[in-house]
């Protein structure tokens, strides 16, 4: 990290704590971190892009090599800079949810878990108050075994 980006983040770290301890927040100083966020995007954008990119670059390289080393019949291949090797995985799609489910059902219910997105749905609105949960664990408002982690974001509309 850059000194620029760390004073940044110091900065920010320093005005957090004063607001905390009650210091006012003036717009001079909301302006000031709308600016350098609006800047660090837009850095990020940039870098993300570029990553973008090389990844393009990346996978079209890594599928050359990968057939090339089928073609010859090799499953790795040592050079000077290391070891590699074909790593051929299968990932599951859901074709048929409800046969998928059934058979499930049947023969591994282990299988079916809770959907994460719901639940972090549920959980967010238990937060707010706005649905209450049936069984919830006293004095925390959510249902056993379920805790949260949160996230705090600005989103910024370019204009």
């Known amino acids: 990290m850059d000194d620029y980006t760390q004073a940044v ?7 957090r704590e004063a607001v905390a301890e009650g210091a006012p927040v003036g717009k001079d100083h909301l302006r ?3 600016d350098l966020l609006a800047d660090a995007r837009i850095e990020f954008d940039r870098l993300q892009a570029e990553a973008d990119d090389a990844k393009k670059a990346y ?4 599928a050359t090599l990968f057939d090339a080393l089928e073609a ?11 070891l590699f ?4 995985l299968a990932w599951a ?4 949810p409800e046969a998928a489910k059934a058979w499930a059902d049947a023969h591994m219910p282990e299988l079916l878990t809770l959907n994460n997105a719901r639940l972090s749905k549920v959980v967010r609105d238990a937060l707010k108050g706005d649905v209450p949960i049936e069984g919830a664990v006293a004095g925390t408002g959510l249902m056993p ?4 982690v949160t996230s705090r974001k600005v989103t910024w509309r370019r204009s």
Not at 59 to 62: C, F, V, Y
Not at 85 to 88: A, E, F, I, P, Y
């Open 9 to 15: 983040i110091d900065d920010a770290e320093l005005f």
């Open 32 to 34: 000031r971190l709308a």
């Open 59 to 62: 996978d079209a390289i890594e």
């Open 72 to 82: 010859a019949g090799m499953s790795a291949f040592r050079t000077d800079r290391g």
């Open 85 to 88: 090797r074909l790593n051929d």
């Open 93 to 96: 799609k859901m074709e048929d």
């Open 145 to 148: 075994g379920v805790g949260y």
